[in-house]
């Protein structure tokens, strides 16, 4: 190999026909979900976040996708991180789900609200001891001067709730993005993929293919 210009791949794995698709995206999403959880991908769940600042500058991070139904798919995360200030900000993100594995990726644009207290709770409270000690310990994309600050943070949280239930800090939540647009992209031979969008127009969802 000379050049990153010859790094590719042929995708041959399988097809995605627009009679093999469903009518709903989200009875879609779920069936390459169960495709991918049968695969054993590590880290199945991991996906792009994609927003965009006040001055219109895009930024993208992997988060974890923490729930799913029709209102939405569902993350956790600092409220006071870049990426919930982008949010609260604009609340147009995009995400992207890459199975390689299976030659799949899943894009989805939507709107991104906050989840409920109740639904942040029960998920916090889900968390390891340790995960929850880290939500408090951490002043997520605040300059630090040192790894040490984190570890000191994490000691004095420990014994701040020793013996106590470890609540969930109210900088700390869940976002539920509600999806207007899905795109299910299945890799193809000689860059030939399929592509099959979903748009929501009102309360329907209209279908239709894409060139790759």
Same mark, same amino acid.
Do not use: C
């Given at each position: ?21 469903a009518s709903n995206p989200f009875l879609q999403f779920t069936e390459w979900w169960n495709d991918a959880l049968a695969s054993n991908i ?13 001055a219109g500058k895009p930024s993208a991070r992997i988060v974890l996708l923490k729930g799913m139904s029709e209102k939405g798919y569902e ?13 609260? *900000?604009?609340?147009? #993100?995009?995400? &992207?789900? %890459?199975?390689?594995?299976?030659? =799949?990726?899943? +894009? ?15 998920y916090f409270n889900s968390r390891p001891a340790e995960s929850r000690i880290g939500a408090w310990s951490s002043p997520q994309s605040k ?29 700390? *939540?869940?976002?539920? #993005?509600?999806? &207007?647009? %899905?795109?299910?992209?299945?890799? =193809?031979?000689? +860059? ?21």
């Open positions: 190999m000379n050049s990153i210009a010859d790094i590719r791949k042929d995708y041959k794995l399988r097809s995605f026909l627009e009679a093999e698709a590590d880290e199945v769940n991991a996906m792009t976040l994609a927003t965009v600042n006040a993350f956790y995360t600092n409220y006071e991180s870049h990426k919930a200030k982008e949010m609260a *900000g604009n609340s147009n #993100v995009a995400l &992207v789900f %890459f199975w390689k594995e299976l030659e =799949r990726q899943i +894009r989805i644009e939507g709107i991104v609200n906050k989840a409920s207290e109740d639904v942040s709770d029960i300059i630090i001067t040192s790894r040490e600050i984190l570890e000191d943070n994490v000691i004095a949280n420990k014994k701040r709730f020793e013996g106590k239930e470890i609540a969930r800090p109210s900088f700390w *939540g869940g976002y539920i #993005v509600e999806p &207007v647009l %899905f795109e299910f992209w299945q890799g =193809r031979s000689s +860059r030939l993929h399929d592509r099959i969008e979903y748009i929501k127009n009102e309360n329907e969802w209209i279908k239709r293919r894409l060139a790759p």
